[in-house]
Structure formats: structure tokens, C-alpha cells
């Protein structure tokens, strides 16, 4: 009986869960804060696209189950990148031009760069054609339906784009 293929999802969980996802990100340039593991999963470090603070304000999911590789932002006032996979991440912060050169490449390095799953490589988010120019005026009508100020929107980075 023929093997079935895994889904992009199942191959990237199996490639995060080999990698030491830890030494990944300080590779490039995540300063964990310390060497435990909190009770959810996370191991807590300072937030790669601001300054530190009082206290950590990001994380990085290690504990190998759901989410495992995913960093998040806790981004108080200073906003932040809220939750971005690994891959996008390094795509981010890493010599990488988008989320599948960083698969590929740390697929290579873990031994599956022959496994990457190729037919369906393209994620609903990648679709997205994002408005250049926004304003709070360019919520008005998503906000009006569900009753949140269209500042508030903006405020938090909030962006308008077109799905095909």
C-alpha cells in the first residue's frame, strides 16, 4: 500500500520538532532569558524588534506539541509582531527572501530537504494583497459592524487586504 503524502503542516511540525528550535532562534538574534520551560510551553526572551524592558516580553513555543517553534510578541504599547511561525521568523530576521527559502534551507540542514512537500506550498495568508494606504477611515465599515473604533484598529496595525 503507497505511503500517503504528508501535508505541508505535518511536514513542518515533524522539521521544527527535529530542529534544536531553541539554538534556531538564537542563531538569529532571539535573547532568551532563561533556560526553563514555563508551564504553558514557552521559553521567555526579549522581543527582537524592540527594546528590552522591565521584564520579557516575548516568547518562544519549545515544548514540542502544537505551535511548537512559534514566537510570540506580547506587544504592549510598542506594538510588535504579535505571533509569527518559525519559518516566518526567519524569513523576518534571518538572509532568507520569504517562509519557504527558510523551509527549505532548515529542511536541508535537519535531513528532510528532500521530503518538502511541494504541491501545496501556498498558505491562504500568502494570497493576501494588502491596501498600501491606510487610515482609520479605511475600517469604517468593517468596525461599524462589529462595534470597534476604526483608531483602534489602526492603532494596533491593523491593515486592509484583498483575498482572490
Not at 86 to 111: R, V
Amino acid at each position: 500500500m503507497a505511503k500517503a503524502k504528508k501535508d505541508w503542516r505535518e511536514f513542518q511540525h515533524e522539521l521544527l520538532t527535529k530542529l534544536n528550535i531553541i539554538e534556531e532562534y538564537e542563531s538569529l538574534g532571539v535573547e532568551f532569558t532563561t533556560d526553563k520551560m514555563s508551564s504553558q510551553g514557552y521559553m521567555t526572551c526579549w522581543a527582537k524588534n524592540r527594546p528590552h524592558g522591565n521584564s520579557p516580553n516575548a516568547g518562544v513555543k519549545a515544548d514540542g506539541g502544537a505551535g511548537h517553534g512559534r514566537y510570540s510578541d506580547l506587544g504592549g504599547k510598542h506594538g510588535g509582531d504579535q505571533s509569527l511561525s518559525f519559518f516566518d521568523f526567519a524569513a523576518k530576521y534571518g538572509p532568507y527572501k520569504d517562509w519557504k527559502e527558510a523551509q527549505q534551507h532548515y529542511a536541508s540542514k535537519a535531513g528532510m530537504g528532500r521530503n518538502v512537500p511541494k504541491s501545496d506550498m501556498t498558505r491562504p495568508e500568502d494570497k493576501l494583497k494588502f491596501v498600501e494606504k491606510s487610515s482609520p477611515l479605511t475600517f469604517r465599515g468593517y468596525t461599524e459592524k462589529y462595534g470597534i473604533e476604526p483608531d483602534v484598529v489602526f492603532l494596533c496595525g491593523g491593515k486592509v487586504a484583498k483575498y482572490p
